[in-house]
């Protein structure tokens, strides 16, 4: 019985869908509808050429809003919806594209799925935000969240080439997993840091700083042996030179990359590894150099003492009186016999000088007490080397330098070099 009554009501429904089949394929499709197009409020407004406008405007079923493939352009400038004209890290970045209303509401694609463009590369970690329907314009926010991420050398590239670019412009685009979007927009991108001014005369203190600190004080000079009132006339100490050297480097490569990239936690590279280096040769350097002090000294007071120790026993027994043919008389001997062999030691003792005062830099760091050596000079080239690949490496990559192993493992050798021969090393007069 209940399905008896349902019957006329199923005929009913047939009958009108057969006399009006368009409301109900109206209705069916409302939650689908795509949202109404103003082409006044595009940022590409003035691109659109009439037909395709008037195409546009007809029902998608006779191929309305069908147009060419989405292109960036430069926008609506007037109005200030426009492709940014200016690229830095951490602002935001704005991309007119022409069709974008097509692309995504008429061919049903992704806006999550469009990454920026900038001169060639491409910025795969930066998420789209997409503008209200039909102003077609998408914002990026470009910044780097990880060290690792491949923006990283994006960005680096980016201003790499702009330093190369006459007016510092590139091309600026987007793109899909399927398609590059054409692209009629150029943006400037600055060669260097909008503080670098700043950031020169900031590396610029810090180096008077150190070269006033070394010159007027002991803070890379050879004080051991030195008269307290002459310690800072002392030679510069080309271990604790080297160790300055990479210390300015790397502080100085660190804040321009955080600058540059807005980053405070920098792969350090290989840079851990130069820094141990100096240290290690600088350490060494200074206790080669304490050690053969202490050594001489060592020596003297021992030779002294014992001379002490002779005399004294020798008045001694000569004092108590000696017998012809006793153990005294052999025991006198014997220690006149020693004593005779350690006078003769203390009498060739090299004199205790003074540590001799510094000349002038060069002639401080790459000599010794025979002159120039090969062994400070080789470990003084390989340092400026490296140094300036260095510089280079992060001028050029924003990233500290990744030197490879057979270069640290030479820079070693020559360390270790530089600090073997200072053991027989003599002293400078």
Not at 77 to 88: F, P, W
Not at 257 to 286: F, W
């Amino acid at each position: 019985m209940k399905v008896l009554w349902r019957t006329p009501l199923v005929v009913a429904f047939v009958a009108a869908v057969v006399a009006n089949p368009g409301a109900f394929h109206n209705s069916a499709s409302a939650s689908t509808a795509i949202p109404p197009r103003d082409f006044s409020s595009s940022c590409a407004k003035a691109e659109y050429t009439p037909e395709e406008k008037s195409l546009a405007a007809s029902p998608p079923s006779n191929g309305g809003s069908i147009v060419s493939e989405p292109e960036v352009v430069l926008g609506d400038l007037e109005n200030h919806l426009s492709t940014s004209q200016e690229i830095k890290m951490g602002r935001q970045v704005t991309v007119c594209v022409k069709g974008l209303y097509n692309w995504i509401y008429v061919q049903k694609k992704l806006p999550t799925d469009l990454h920026l463009l900038i001169g060639g590369e491409k910025f795969s970690s930066m998420t789209a935000t997409v503008s209200p329907p039909g102003q077609e314009y998408i914002n990026f926010t470009l910044r780097i969240d990880s060290p690792d991420s491949p923006d990283w050398k994006a960005w680096a590239s980016i201003v790499e080439a702009s330093r190369h670019s006459s007016n510092h412009k590139l091309s600026i685009s987007i793109f899909s997993s399927a398609q590059v979007f054409e692209s009629t927009a150029v943006a400037e991108v600055p060669p260097y840091p909008t503080s670098w001014r700043y950031l020169i005369v900031a590396f610029a203190l810090l180096l008077v700083a150190l070269v006033l600190l070394a010159w007027r004080t002991t803070l890379l000079r050879y004080t051991s042996g030195a008269a307290v009132n002459l310690k800072n006339q002392a030679p510069f100490s080309l271990g604790l030179v080297q160790m300055a050297f990479w210390f300015y480097l790397a502080i100085a490569a660190y804040v321009y990359i955080c600058v540059s990239t807005l980053q405070i936690h920098i792969p350090m590279g290989s840079v851990l590894g130069l820094l141990g280096i100096s240290a290690t040769t600088g350490l060494a350097a200074v206790a080669v150099d304490t050690g053969k002090n202490v050594n001489a000294k060592s020596q003297k007071n021992a030779l002294l003492a014992e001379q002490a120790a002779l005399n004294a026993r020798t008045e001694e027994i000569q004092t108590a009186g000696v017998v012809q043919g006793s153990a005294a008389e052999t025991e006198l001997s014997d220690k006149k016999s020693r004593l005779a062999q350690v006078n003769a030691e203390v009498a060739h003792l090299p004199p205790e000088l003074p540590a001799a005062p510094g000349k002038d830099f060069f002639d401080d760091i790459l000599s010794d007490g025979d002159g120039i050596s090969f062994h400070r000079f080789q470990i003084f080239v390989w340092t400026i080397v490296l140094g300036s690949v260095f510089v280079w490496g992060v001028y050029r990559n924003m990233a500290m330098p990744e030197f490879d192993a057979s270069l640290l493992t030479l820079m070693g050798i020559s360390s270790g070099t530089y600090v073997g021969f200072k053991i027989p090393e003599p002293k400078k007069a």
